[in-house]
Nanobody, 126 residues
């Protein structure tokens, strides 16, 4: 079982930056692919970024590519999402997620993720 707790959300003006963190429980954090998803009001949840477990390959949604960066610190059991050049359309609740830890599903597949945090609100004003 993995427990995830996000932090770092808030209110920012368009063009600004925010950094999200997700702290995970457990001693085998390095085994898990990690991802960030978001859900905007009246929209479906969407994939934002992912980072694999071993090689730390990164993957991004086209809408955030070049603006967001995902990283992880296995010693701290934490995954990060650095968000730059924020736009009003980035406004959403951001969720951290972890996969099964066995590498059975590609990190870019939403159904790979079985553990979820409670979410943190990001609001970007124009």
């Amino acid at each position: 079982q993995v427990q995830l707790v996000e932090s770092g959300g808030g209110l920012v003006q368009a063009g600004g930056s925010l950094s999200l963190s997700c702290a995970a429980s457990g001693r085998t954090f390095s085994r898990y692919a990690m991802a960030w998803f978001r859900r905007a009001p009246r929209k479906e949840r969407e994939f934002v970024a992912a980072i694999s477990s071993v090689l730390e390959d990164t993957y991004y949604a086209d809408s955030v590519k070049g603006r967001f960066a995902i990283s992880r610190d296995n010693a701290k059991n934490t995954v990060y999402l650095q968000m730059n050049s924020l736009k009003p359309e980035d406004t959403a609740v951001y969720y951290c997620a972890a996969d099964r830890g066995d590498g059975s599903v590609s990190p870019v597949m939403s159904y790979a993720y079985v553990y979820w945090g409670q979410g943190t609100q990001v609001t970007v004003t124009s």
